[in-house]
């Protein structure tokens, strides 16, 4: 079996980012691997389907947990296009997945790097390895694409969004 590195399976994730665009939402995708296989994947789907709690991550983490028959997704990898928030963070932990990968920075809410810290403190009982910044600028400007398209449709004289 092929081993293929963290940029394959993000540039993956970022196809299923795309997805999400299409349907004109926030574009985040997740990969969920576990033994180089994918076991679980999703995009962003809130709005299309009223849940508040269908972000990418939980929606590969719940497609995970039915194709090993269940809820604890030991060895795995999660592969998101964006840091997770506070509830997806949950997720993971709750999860166990051994590893997240991210692909762009959210400096401002993420509570894995930024703002909390949450995957690397010493209280919570399951430790996540995460690795930041796969594929970040791709990732990145996929995010900043669609809030600037966001900005212009609402204010369609402004051609410039700050």
């Avoid at 092929?2 to 394959?8: C, K, M, S, T």
Wanted: glycine fraction near 6%.
């Amino acid at each position: 079996m092929a081993y293929y590195p963290d940029e394959y399976w993000m540039k993956r994730a970022i196809l299923l980012a795309s997805e999400a665009k299409n349907q004109g939402e926030v574009p985040v995708g997740a990969v969920l691997v576990l033994y180089n296989q994918i076991i679980g994947e999703g995009w962003n789907q809130p709005i299309r389907s009223n849940d508040p709690t269908a972000h990418a991550e939980i929606i590969a983490l719940r497609h995970g947990g039915k194709t090993l028959q269940n809820y604890r997704l030991l060895k795995s990898t999660l592969y998101v296009t964006l840091e997770p928030c506070i509830m997806c963070t949950g997720a993971i932990i709750c999860s166990r997945i051994s590893r997240l990968v991210c692909g762009a920075y959210d400096t401002k809410t993420s509570p894995s790097s930024s703002c909390f810290k949450i995957l690397g403190s010493p209280v919570i009982n399951h430790y996540v390895q995460v690795t930041y910044g796969i594929l970040s600028e791709q990732c990145s400007s996929m995010l900043h694409d669609f809030f600037d398209q966001r900005r212009t449709e609402k204010n369609p004289s402004n051609k410039n969004p700050i």
